[in-house]
RNA sequence: GCCGGGAUGGCGGAAUUGGUAGACGCACGGGACUCAAAAUCCCGCGAUGGUGACAUCAUGGGGGUUCGAUUCCCCCUCCCGGCACCA
């Protein structure tokens, strides 16, 4: 054995020996327990970052450590290849996104691989591949044939830097979620999914769902945003002009009576129809249009609105009600409209106000009176009063009567709504998937055969900039309609890229079953144990599979209903930020990595310096890794520095997974140290007769010296603590405390006594399985310098010893009025009046009591003493 | 505005079901080794007072429940995340 560890060349060892063997490969075998450990596949942009090597080592761990359990692990790994950044980069250096994506791939699988991840690599995939998304369309022109797909022209929200359109979900605070520009509106014709059928089962099965963070569940909840209500039709009052009758929705029915106004959008067909004979309504509906682009501006923006001089009537008293456009009636939710009760509506009590229009209380508080005038609505449930013959009702009653009366006129009834909407997959960008149709003049939209799939993306196109290649590339989108044979034009929108990651996880279970999207193997893998990745997917991708695995079941491609059983959401890696104000105002920053962090002689910060000049650096404190900060550090200089145990091991021990990571240098250094004090502890175990003792005549554990049985008894403690720190709470950080505490208690055994190498034998050999999951490389090492001739990988998870962690004499804390003042050593089955005279005689105890009576004495057995004075 | 999460030494963090606050690591100080430095090893390290044994204070702030509260309850401050004219 060699007596310094030197990571770079047991680490290509332990991966050459994964490697000859495949030993991850993965199978199907009915009798195992499975587990599927999936992290989220990255966006081939170049090279790995922090992110990825958090997000994948944690995958790593559960992996390896699911697998010593006896479980037939999965772990599988691919590319979400398509999308933005691959063009951005061909208009820039001229390179095709295929090429500049597939070496991409190339770079960053062999930095995957340098990890030392426990991955099936038999099963990668590359959504780009064209027998990948050639399901992608196959299972589009299913769900066309169902309906779930469909072509509409809507206004959308429009990337006005990346030229496309963007789903709901991708607008983040107005601006897109891959840009940052804000989102403008724009009216396209483009396909949607109507994942709003899926509403109520996406909303409901998030009770299915006992393994994912409560507040991803919370968030899609009101993603989805269900509400109960009713919707109210307010016939027209023809003599005003009014063409139809108005409908709306609301969810408090029982203000009905307080209505005064009706309120439509600016896009409303009412709001149209008054326009052509009004030219002032008109230039108002077209500001209205103009200024409200940015998505977060509209909430605070001023309300505004127009009368159209058209009336409708009240449902149930026939009263006649102006009809108003404004700008804070959204077209996209419910009708379009709402009636508007300035009483008990904020929005409506400000724009009644600011236009003079009535306001007519009908709620009171359930137990007092409303104060009148009011000066701001009261919007909380309470009874009805001044409301005919639904006064005095309850607000929960005065709903269902209303609603009852609606019913009965035939102008409502009771109805469900969600804020969910349909998700349009279309974008006019090159660099996706295809979507699978052909515009015919004569036959109108045709879907192509499914022998003719896949729609391939031709891979040499060099996008300029302007507008989307496909549509100007003749031999993609010249061809015959197949109904009629005559010239048709191919549709040159491809599909949004989440698309492609709406379903990868099933696809990895059969990555190489060509005639088909699934087969059986999808229903043995999944649904996936074990899912792992960033915050920010928590609607998006993570809904957006949800909605997808549910379709396919629904197509009986397979048989779950839920996707992901268990979800890790990670936190993020940050850096402290470093800068320099320049002469001219600009600010310059400074990767961490070239600067020198100062104290002083108590340890604390006094300042930072660049390494390169010596001259101070201010700190614009912690922040995610970013480009544009300078505050990212690259994976490979680390793994190529340290090793990628280092790596690993400082990732997992910083902070624990769900926690943002703060990166550290010195923190980094202090990994490595400890796998140098790891490997040293082996070393000198060996020197001393080491493993040997462990075969020859053993030393029974009775008759061990206290001392060692002590130690034997921590180190099966660290058994149980770390199998359960794995298991159940995914802290990583205080599994590795444990080790590296029992590690400093080891370091004092010394001697070649037999009974002592031989705890030291059984402490390394169980050190090393435990920390195997986490620094593989190291472990795989030392494991055959502990026990020639085997293998790690073979080995199970090691269990403890019931014998051990019984220990004869056991510490108790006694405290004299909660606080502490002594300690005691007593037999562990002394029972409650020996603990207590043992307490009591304390010599501490004596001291610090000074002769006052006891009142009262606490015991919590195997704990502690309280003695109340 | 609404919903959720959080605040613990110089720093990252630990304390899992109300039971020893500060595990483990970093930084810092002292010592050993060395011609010297690095590396390594040993010791110390919340604050205040005390030569010391020890005492007092301390988990964002204030109050409460309890023999005992970082943990439970009420009020407040600040930070982070999500949603936000959703009728």
New binding site residues.
């Given amino acids: 054995m060699q007596e310094k560890y030197h990571p770079q060349e047991i680490e290509r060892q332990a991966r050459q020996s994964w490697q000859e063997t495949g030993i991850f490969n993965a199978t199907e075998i009915p009798d195992k327990p499975k587990y599927y450990c999936l992290s989220m596949f990255p966006y081939p942009s170049g090279k790995l970052h922090m992110g990825h090597v958090r997000n994948y080592t944690i995958g790593d761990v559960l992996s390896r450590y699911r697998r010593m359990q006896g479980y037939n692990v999965m772990q599988p790994m691919g590319w979400d290849a398509f999308g933005l950044p691959a063009e951005n980069a061909a208009i820039q250096k001229g390179v095709p996104p295929a090429k500049w994506t597939y070496d991409n791939i190339a770079y960053m699988r062999s930095q995957l691989q340098s990890l030392g991840f426990a991955i099936d690599w038999q099963r990668e995939l590359a959504t780009c591949d064209p027998q990948y998304y050639r399901w992608n369309q196959w299972l589009f022109l299913r769900m066309l044939e169902k309906g779930i797909a469909y072509q509409k022209t809507q206004v959308v929200n429009w990337d006005p830097v990346d030229q496309t359109v963007l789903a709901n979900e991708q607008v ?2 107005g601006c897109g979620w891959r840009t940052g520009a804000v989102v403008e509106k724009r009216e396209i014709p483009g396909y949607y999914l109507a994942i709003t059928r899926y509403a109520d089962e996406l909303l409901a099965d998030l009770e299915k769902l006992p393994g994912w963070p ?2 991803v569940k ?2 899609q909840a ?2 989805i ?1 269900k ?1 109960f ?1 009713v919707d109210i039709t307010f016939p027209p009052d023809t003599a005003s002009g009014m063409p139809q009758a108005l409908k709306v ?4 029915a029982d203000t009905l009576m307080g209505v005064t106004y009706v309120a439509v ?1 600016a896009e409303h067909a009412v709001a149209l129809h008054a326009a052509r004979s009004q030219p002032d309504l008109a230039a108002f509906i077209e500001s209205c249009r103009q200024g409200a682009t940015m ?2 501006e ?2 605070v ?3 505004k609105g127009m009368a159209t001089g058209l009336y409708v009537l009240h449902p149930l008293t026939g009263e006649r009600l102006p009809v108003w456009v404004t ?4 077209m ?3 009708e ?1 409209a ?2 508007a009760v300035p009483a008990h ?1 904020e ?1 409506d009590f400000d724009f009644a106000r600011q236009h003079s229009l009535p306001i007519k209380p009908v709620i009171r508080p359930e137990n007092g009176e409303l104060s009148v005038p009011l000066i701001q609505a009261f919007t909380e449930y309470g009874v009805t009063f001044n409301s005919a013959r639904f006064s005095d009702l309850k607000s929960s009653e005065a709903i269902d009567a209303i609603a009852v009366e609606l019913g009965q006129k035939a102008l409502g009834e009771k109805r469900v ?1 969600y ?1 969910l909407r349909d998700w349009g997959v279309s974008r006019q960008r090159y660099w996706g998937c295809p979507i699978p149709l052909i515009h015919c003049d004569n036959c109108g939209v045709v879907p192509i055969a499914d022998d003719q799939l896949p729609v391939v993306l031709p891979e040499d196109l060099v996008p300029d900039g302007s507008g989307n290649p496909l549509a100007k590339t003749p031999s993609f989108y010249e061809c015959t309609c197949p109904c009629c044979g005559r010239q048709a034009r191919r549709e040159t929108d491809t599909m949004d890229t989440f698309v492609d990651s709406s379903w990868y996880f099933i696809r990895y279970a059969c990555s190489d079953q060509p005639a088909a999207m699934t087969d059986q193997r999808a229903n043995y893998w999944l649904p996936v144990n074990q899912y792992i990745g960033g ?1 920010e997917h928590a ?1 998006l991708h993570l809904l957006y599979s949800r909605f997808w695995s549910k379709v396919m079941r629904d197509l009986e491609l397979v048989s779950f209903d839920e996707p992901f059983a268990n979800l890790l959401t990670q936190g993020m890696v940050l850096n402290e930020i470093f800068f320099r104000k320049t002469g001219s105002g600009r600010i310059q920053y400074f990767n961490p990595a070239e600067v020198d962090v100062q ?1 002083d ?5 006094s300042g930072a310096i660049l390494r390169a000049d010596g001259q101070p650096v201010e700190s614009g404190g912690i922040g995610t890794m970013s480009k544009s900060k300078n505050n990212g550090i690259d994976p490979q200089e680390i793994i190529e520095q340290y090793g990628a145990d280092t790596a690993r091991l400082f990732m997992m021990f ?3 997974p769900t ?2 990571l ?1 990166w ?1 240098d ?2 980094v ?2 990994a490595f ?2 796998l ?2 790891l490997w040293r502890q082996v070393y000198l175990h060996k020197q001393q007769g080491g493993e040997a003792a462990a075969t020859t005549t053993p030393v029974p554990y009775q008759e061990y010296p206290a001392d060692l049985r002590d130690l034997r008894c921590q180190l099966h403690q660290t058994i149980v ?1 770390v199998t ?2 794995l298991e159940r ?1 995914h ?1 990583f ?2 599994a ?2 444990a080790i ?2 029992l590690m ?1 208690e080891l ?1 004092d055994v010394q001697g070649t006594h037999p009974a002592a190498r031989q705890l030291m034998q059984e402490a390394l050999e169980n050190i090393v399985l435990l920390l195997s999951p986490i620094v593989p490389h190291i472990c795989h090492a030392l494991w055959r310098e502990l026990r020639p001739g085997t293998e790690l990988l073979d080995q199970p998870w090691p269990q403890a010893d019931d014998q051990a962690l019984i220990q004869d004499e056991i ?1 108790i ?1 006694v ?1 004299i ?5 002594g ?1 005691i050593r007593i037999a562990r089955e002394a029972d409650r009046p020996a603990v207590e005279r043992a307490a009591l005689e304390d010599e ?1 105890i004596q001291k ?1 009591m000074a002769g006052r009576p006891v009142k ?1 004495i ?1 015991v ?1 057995p195997g ?2 003493v ?1 003695i ?1 004075v």
Avoid: C
């Fill in positions: 983040i605070d409560e507040r919370t968030m009101n993603w945003g509400s209500g929705f609301t969810t408090r959008a998505e977060a509209l909430a923006q001023e309300k700008n804070y009636v959204l996209s939710y419910g379009g709402v009636m509506d929005r709504r804020r915050i609607i104290h002689a108590e340890g604390k910060r910083a902070s624990p926690q943002t703060e550290s010195a923190g250094e202090g140290r400890f140098k004090r603590k359960d720190d709470r802290t950080n205080t590795i405390a590296m505490e400093n370091s510490e804390v405290q009025n909660g606080k502490l003042r300690q501490h610090s009262r606490v919590v704990k502690l309280n109340v």
